[in-house]
């Protein structure tokens, strides 16, 4: 199984950007596909999750309203669109992809999203 996330780079507060993570290697028609976070001295967070097919959504307090997941399902393709970006968003963000029974199993490698003032 490859997540390959991508997308991250440096922007200026208040910016956008979009990450992708693309999903291969099996079929991921019963995972849940989520975005995480972690920034310099703190743990991993929880920023989104999606259903494969596409009906659940969850998105983490700190980022409703600014930041939206979505699947291309024909592309086996996650995305995390940031808008209204602030500094306190600067981290690497991971995407991921699990089952309910075993949680998050596979990871990506990362992409860094840098967020100036």
């Known amino acids: 199984v490859q997540l390959q996330a991508s997308g991250g780079g440096l922007v200026q507060a208040g910016g956008s950007l979009r990450l992708s993570c693309a999903a291969s290697?099996?079929?991921?028609?019963?995972?849940?596909m989520g975005w995480f976070r972690q920034a310099p001295g703190k743990e991993r967070a929880f920023v989104a999750s999606?259903?494969?097919?596409?009906?659940?959504?969850y998105h983490a307090d700190s980022v409703k309203g600014r930041f939206t997941i979505s699947i291309d399902n024909t592309k086996n393709t996650v995305y995390l669109q940031m808008n209204s970006l602030k500094p306190e968003d600067t981290a690497i963000y991971y995407c991921a992809a699990g089952t309910q029974e075993l949680g998050y199993q596979y990871w990506g490698q990362g992409t860094q999203v840098t967020v100036s003032s």
């Open positions: 290697g099996r079929t991921f028609s019963t995972f849940r």
């Open positions: 999606i259903t494969w097919r596409g009906g659940n959504t």
